[in-house]
């Protein structure tokens, strides 16, 4: 080591050699997140005659690790509107922060809050679409589940690439392959939501994350689901998947020729 | 102010020779004449009132609000210039949502007031910019509970103190004025503008420090007071414009919210039946006076 202060704490030179600065990149391309690190997977959600039912479950997986088992992923807000969010964990807390900060600011206004869920779901479309454009998009796909600006029942979904649609039912990720066939058996058009009972529709979401707890390797059976009406929200965080079937495990035995 | 005349009052920032500021002392002045705003610390709450003095007919009722929210569970409302009162309401926000940025969590009272306080302090350093024409009044509730942290999705670990000292009580009602010079303090109840001596009377004898007065009751003091001290200056007409934060198992919720229209008028009756009985008693004293004059004569 010499007396110099720019030197200390570094490998000597004369024993290892000159730094090599080309590991630092000053000159390469900004590199952004290329893949989700934890994530959460499914959210389903199902119009009814009054609101929407959406549920996610609580796991946070880290890989296939199965990681944080009590994530919540289902946020209020402005006490009128749903967001589930699927896909990255932190760009999911990056999301919260936004809108909260939305929703204070929006409340400064002197006619007190005017954004509904159709305004809350453009808002986010426009987010996903500016960050996917940077080439730095933020990891999800989200539900959003309440009114839109005539009162009527709001359901759409927006993602990564700022993709934005709507259904009468909607899910994320593996839950459009498994839950979506089920729940449009029950809503296959606007019209059969707009007849659907309450009861019909949480029994609907129910039976899909049990479907999606018995085929979807990064699912767990603790899962948060809201009802979202005119009149507020209903929101359980902490439920468990019931009746699930496994007493016919015991019958099967080997890949073929076994008989026990 | 035996030294007006003497050059000293001329710039911001200019010291006399006697250690005074002039420029923040006319500031003062400014705010000496707006309408009254005034606070109340209560113990489930703060209140915040103010007096609107009406310009005009033509001005609509209810529109042209001087409270602000801050964040969502503060209020600041102030005396003076106006547009220094919105100014000053714009840096509190501002304020707030970079201590959140920050430390994912709600500014305290406290805090905020600090930082409004070094603000305004800033604008008596420069003979570039003048002094803030107003003196603010900011009110709170510190959540007493533990808060998540913004954005937080899971409960963390279910063993540990989590940092909280065992009997000593946290968060509670929070209540600062904050003047020209950047002065603060913590206040039981504060008063600025106008009418600020006759209110600061009238909550001195509310017992304030005491810790027991309920927000409702609190409202309706602040209505009265509003009302009394609005009494030096008759001749308008004025608007009152009240807001309150109650803790979180009130009716505000830890919010900062405009007091339910119902209850504003309830403790508007209240406040004017108040003054009527005064002005009664002081009629039914003339009314002992005069049968003694005709007595008299009578003589």
Redesign the interface.
């Known amino acids: 080591m010499n007396h110099l202060p720019q030197a200390w704490g570094r490998p000597r030179d004369d024993v290892y050699g000159a730094y090599d600065g080309s590991y630092l990149q000053s000159n390469g391309p900004n590199q952004h997140t290329q893949s989700p690190v934890v994530t959460g997977t499914s959210v389903l959600a199902i119009k009814f005659k009054d609101g929407v039912v959406i549920a996610a479950d609580n796991l ?1 997986s880290y890989g296939s690790l199965a990681r ?1 088992t ?4 289902l946020r209020v807000f402005a006490e009128t509107t749903v967001v589930g969010f699927g896909g990255d ?1 932190s760009d ?3 999301l ?2 936004l809108l ?2 939305l929703d ?1 600011e929006e ?2 206004g ?1 006619a007190g809050h005017t954004l509904n869920a159709n305004n809350l779901h453009t808002y986010l479309t426009k987010v996903f679409y500016k960050r996917r454009s940077d080439f730095n998009p933020l990891w999800n796909q989200v539900l959003v589940a309440g009114m839109d600006g005539e009162g009527k029942p709001f359901l759409a979904s927006t993602d990564l690439l700022g993709t934005a649609f709507s259904s009468p039912s909607l899910a994320t990720g593996y839950g459009a392959h498994l839950a979506q066939p089920l729940m449009r058996k029950i809503a296959p058009d606007e019209e059969a939501a707009s007849k659907l009972s309450k009861e019909k529709a949480v029994e609907a979401i129910k039976e899909s994350m049990k479907v999606l707890y018995y085929r979807d390797a990064r699912s767990l059976d603790k899962y948060s689901i809201a009802v979202v009406t005119k009149d507020g929200i209903e929101l359980k965080e902490n439920e468990k998947l019931e009746n699930q079937s496994w007493a016919f495990a015991d019958q099967i035995r080997g890949y073929g020729t076994q008989v026990n | 102010m035996t030294s007006i005349g003497t050059g000293y009052d001329l710039t911001n920032s200019v010291f006399s020779p006697d250690g005074r500021n002039f420029q923040v002392e006319y500031a003062v002045k400014a705010v000496e004449n707006g309408g009254t705003s005034i606070g109340i610390r209560c113990k489930d709450g703060v209140v915040l009132a103010v007096e609107k003095v009406i310009t005009s007919k033509l001005l609509k009722a209810g ?1 042209n ?1 001087r409270i ?2 801050i ?2 569970h503060m209020g600041a409302v102030s005396s003076g210039l106006v547009p220094d009162g919105r100014h000053f309401v714009s840096r509190a ?1 501002d304020e707030a ?1 970079s201590w ?1 940025k920050t430390y ?1 969590t709600p500014i305290t009272t406290k805090d905020l007031a600090s930082r409004m306080g070094g603000y305004l302090q800033a604008y008596t350093l420069y003979s570039s910019v003048r002094p803030f024409g107003v003196t603010a009044i900011v009110a709170g509730w510190d959540s007493e509970l533990e808060l998540p942290v ?6 963390g670990p279910s063993i540990g103190s989590g940092g909280k000292v065992e009997g000593k009580t946290y968060g509670g009602p929070g209540l600062y004025m904050i003047e020209p010079s950047g002065q603060y303090w913590g206040y039981y109840g504060a008063a600025t503008g106008k009418g600020r001596q006759t209110a600061k009377a009238e909550m001195e004898k509310l017992d304030l420090a005491a810790g027991k007065l309920s927000l409702l009751d609190g409202v309706k003091e602040a209505a009265k007071i509003i009302y009394i001290a609005h009494a030096d200056n008759k001749d308008k007409e004025f608007e009152l414009e009240m807001t309150w934060i109650s803790n979180l198992d009130g009716p505000t919720k830890g919010r900062h919210q405009e007091v339910p229209k119902d209850l504003l008028e309830e403790a508007e009756r209240l406040a004017k039946k108040s003054l009527e009985d005064e002005d009664d008693e002081e009629e039914t004293k003339d009314d002992d006076d005069k049968p003694a004059d005709e007595d008299k004569m009578e003589e």
């Open positions: 946070a944080f009590d994530v919540k992923r964990v999911m807390q990056y919260d922060r909260s900060s204070t409340a400064y002197t | 529109a609000k602000a929210t964040d969502r926000r949502a959140r994912k913004d954005g937080q999705v899971g409960s």
